[in-house]
């Protein structure tokens, strides 16, 4: 690292058990040099809130509160959410609210509602949003266009028509910009009165992150556009930033991160596999960058385990049916720093660094001087890498509260505890750190570990059925995970009540991959049961119902068209096709053939037992067939880019 640091170091013959203990003295000076704490917070994309929304109450609420509420959980102080566009973002396809140019809906999905829960209970939350794709309408495919200019607009101006100031919006998730691109949003925004701040450009490591700077610092128009860098996955390159990042006066964030490696694997949130390593990242992402916010995606699992990246999330809710979730370990990790320093703390550098032996980081904040009162300051410190006690001396300096330090540890076997309460004496605070934790030592006050008790878990229920009476016009039915298009309730042609249509005609330019539209429920566990549907298909159209999904991970294979599953594939000219589909080969056809489809509306279904697959149309058999290439999952349907209507879903013995 090229900046010194003003720690006092040694190791000393402190004997704790077998090993002797390391020493380290920290001063906190409030003269240090040091950037402006801007938040810890969170990336609601990729439909990842998606089963959220589902929850009944209480349940709903608790777990928003674990998120959101100051000083009961996470606290998060960023929310940014993603601009959807009917296309499949890694667990699913969010809602488009301008499906053509006169069309502005902002109420579809779940991600407003998202952002009026979180300012709910943070009114001073920052909002951020960010596209990952964008209708086919928009730049006739081509993304980086006036009209998608024009689209984000659209969407901070229909957050403001409902009380929600977004403060900062970006380009193109992980996709290389287009400066001229990020120049022209910044004209289209001044020009609707906007003033929503430019983060640019979200880029991963591999695609050339931090060059962004060189780039605002050769263009001044790109320089007054951009307020914020951001870049995904810092810890993914070895080493410290370039020197450039660290001391530029523009603010840096990683505003995509995550205990693991952008791509995974996912495993877990508990302390083993979760909990540590985003101790360690949250600290290193100042002490290595000089980041003064990191966003993790995504803060709630709340999309089914088979989808891409399972376990994402701060904590794990995908069960509404049941109520369950689990407030894991990094929902604390992070309640580490966002219960003890607000936005606007300073860190002080000098009071920044490693451990000795790379045991483990800390990093200092104090809060804004205020004349001559004394500032209260918090030290958030790991030991995760640790192997025997580290005994700690922090030097109190001038300006700073001499009241009482509180400690409040988190491990394997304590979670958000206050452990110790220590008075300062001559300005110093001493205490022996155990291995494998995370602490903080603060003289703040009013922090809490928000309790409930959630039901306990249980299966999808079985048999299950929807005839989607019951689901808001224009809405999707619970439980329903679109993967692609948008499958939501209307007026059923030919038949009175309500159904569900697949609304998106035109495909969407794609952030990765584009399977034709599907949507899925379930468990993966089902192995022998019967799922059927009704379905009216336009000229032209196809209708799809799938069963045996054993993976939906559509990142598997960019070009895939269908979940790893069974498909039943009815043409609206009577051609059928029973496939077998997994990612990276070929859809095997396990039979096909004809039938006198007529007008009007028909069943599908597919049977399963043991190896035996059936195939029906409207009650009668298409086909037998014997396979094991699949032997247990989920439901679900789906249709190409037409208006297929469904009806009357059914998962039964």
Same mark, same amino acid.
């Given at each position: 690292m090229h900046r010194s640091l003003f720690v006092?170091?040694?190791?000393?013959?402190l004997l704790s058990g077998m090993h002797c203990a390391a020493q380290t003295t920290i001063h906190l000076d409030v003269t240090s040099p040091g950037k402006v704490f801007e938040g810890l917070g969170a990336v609601s994309a990729g439909a990842s809130s998606r089963l959220l929304i589902d929850y009944s109450e209480p349940q709903r609420s608790e777990i928003l509160d674990f998120l959101f509420k100051p000083k009961f959980g996470a606290s998060l102080q960023h929310l940014k959410v993603e601009i959807g566009s009917d296309v499949n973002s890694t667990d699913g396809s969010e809602p488009s609210h301008m499906r053509s140019t006169n069309d502005h809906d902002y109420s579809r999905g779940y991600e407003w509602w998202l952002m009026k829960e979180a300012r709910k209970r943070n009114p001073a939350i920052v909002l951020d949003t960010l596209a990952w794709g964008a209708p086919g309408w928009v730049g006739h495919g081509k993304f980086f266009s006036k009209d998608m200019a024009e689209?984000?607009?659209?969407?901070?101006?229909?957050?403001?028509?409902?009380? %929600?100031?977004?403060? +900062?919006?970006g380009a193109w998730n992980e996709r290389r910009p287009d400066?001229?691109?990020?120049?022209?949003?910044? !004209?289209?925004?001044?020009?609707?009165?906007?003033k929503t701040k430019i983060v640019c450009c979200d880029m991963t490591p591999n695609s050339g992150m931090y060059t962004v700077l060189d780039k605002v610092n050769a263009d001044p128009a790109l320089d007054k556009a951009i307020d914020v860098i951001g870049v995904h996955y810092p810890a993914e390159v070895p080493g410290v930033a370039p020197a450039a990042i660290q001391d530029t006066q523009r603010r840096v964030w990683s505003s995509e991160d995550q205990p693991n490696p952008g791509s995974g694997p996912f495993i877990a949130r508990d302390w083993a596999h979760?909990?540590?390593? %985003?101790?360690?990242? +949250?600290?290193?992402?100042?002490?290595k960058g000089r980041f003064t916010k990191t966003?993790?995606?995504?803060?709630? !699992?709340?999309?089914?385990?088979?989808?891409?990246a399972p376990n994402s999330g701060l904590m794990y809710a995908n069960t509404p049916w049941s109520g369950n979730y689990d407030v894991q370990s990094t929902i604390w990790v992070t309640a580490h720093t966002t219960q003890f320093v607000d936005p606007g703390w300073k860190y002080m550098d000098t009071a920044t660094g490693y451990l000795p032996d790379d045991s483990g980081t800390y990093v200092a904040m104090h809060a804004p001087l205020s004349g001559n009162k004394p500032a209260d300051w918090s030290v958030v410190l790991e030991t995760t890498s640790a192997n025997r006690i580290q005994h700690v001396t922090l030097q109190v300096g001038r300006g700073l509260s001499n009241e009482t330090a509180f400690v409040w540890q988190t491990n394997t076997t304590k979670t958000f505890e206050q452990t110790a309460a220590i008075p300062v004496k001559d300005g110093r605070v001493t205490y022996d750190f155990e291995p494998g934790s995370i602490y903080t030592i603060t003289t703040t006050t009013g922090q809490t570990r928000g309790t409930s008790r959630p039901p306990a878990p249980a299966a999808f229920p079985f048999p299950?059925?929807?005839?989607?009476?019951?689901?808001e016009i224009g809405r999707t039915a619970k439980y329903l995970s679109d993967q692609d298009g948008a499958f939501e309730a209307t007026a059923c042609d030919?038949?009175?009540?309500?159904?569900?249509?697949?609304?998106?005609?035109?495909k969407p330019t794609p952030w990765s991959p584009r399977p034709d539209p599907f949507t899925i429920a379930g468990d993966i566990k089902w192995s022998d049961y019967k799922i059927g549907i009704d379905v009216m298909l336009p000229k032209d159209g196809v209708a799809t119902v799938l069963g045996r999904i054993d993976s939906a991970d559509v990142f598997q294979d960019h070009n895939a068209m269908y979940p790893s599953a069974y498909v039943l594939k009815m043409e609206a000219n009577g051609t059928w096709s029973l496939l077998s589909t997994r990612f990276k080969n070929a859809p095997t056809a396990l039979a096909q053939g004809h039938v006198d489809i007529g007008q009007g509306w028909h069943r599908i279904e597919l049977q399963f037992q043991a190896?035996?697959?059936?195939?029906?149309?409207?009650?009668?058999?298409?086909?037998?067939?014997?396979?094991?290439?699949?032997?247990?999952?989920?439901?679900?349907f789906g249709s190409d880019w037409s208006r297929v209507q469904f009806d009357n879903l059914r998962i039964s013995k």
């Open positions: 006092v170091t040694a190791v000393a013959g689209y984000v607009a659209d969407f901070l101006e229909g957050a403001q028509k409902q009380g %929600l100031n977004i403060e +900062y919006t400066y001229e691109w990020v120049k022209l949003l910044r !004209t289209v925004l001044d020009q609707h009165g906007l979760g909990g540590r390593i %985003l101790a360690r990242r +949250y600290n290193e992402n100042y002490i966003e993790i995606w995504s803060p709630i !699992t709340s999309y089914y385990d088979l989808l891409a299950y059925s929807d005839d989607f009476e019951a689901v030919g038949r009175a009540g309500r159904c569900l249509q697949q609304k998106i005609t035109e190896a035996s697959i059936t195939a029906l149309f409207d009650g009668k058999q298409l086909a037998v067939v014997q396979d094991t290439a699949h032997s247990s999952g989920m439901g679900g």
